[in-house]
């Protein structure tokens, strides 16, 4: 992940403060490594706390246990 959790944590809230609803996680690649997933909820779950912001991703091919971190963070 080129950009730090903060930083993305940081613009979430900037585009709330905008007026956003809705706040867009898209990475590059066909499939997230165990690094990266953990990095992603980590973030989802600051957005979560930070914002009211509804989250929405792009991060290609996921495994259902993948997907479930994602969905609780």
Excluded: P, W
């Excluded at 956003?20 to 499939?31: A, K, P, Q």
């Excluded at 990095?39 to 991060?59: D, M, N, P, R, W």
């Amino acid at each position: 992940m080129k950009t730090s959790e903060r930083e993305i944590v940081e613009e979430a809230k900037r585009m709330e403060e905008a007026g956003v609803d809705r706040f867009s996680l898209v990475s590059s690649g066909g499939y997230l490594d165990n690094s990266d997933l953990e990095k992603l909820v980590g973030v989802y779950s600051q957005i979560s706390k930070e914002t009211s912001l509804k989250i929405c991703a792009s991060h290609g091919i996921l495994t259902e246990e993948q997907t479930a971190s994602l969905k609780e963070a």
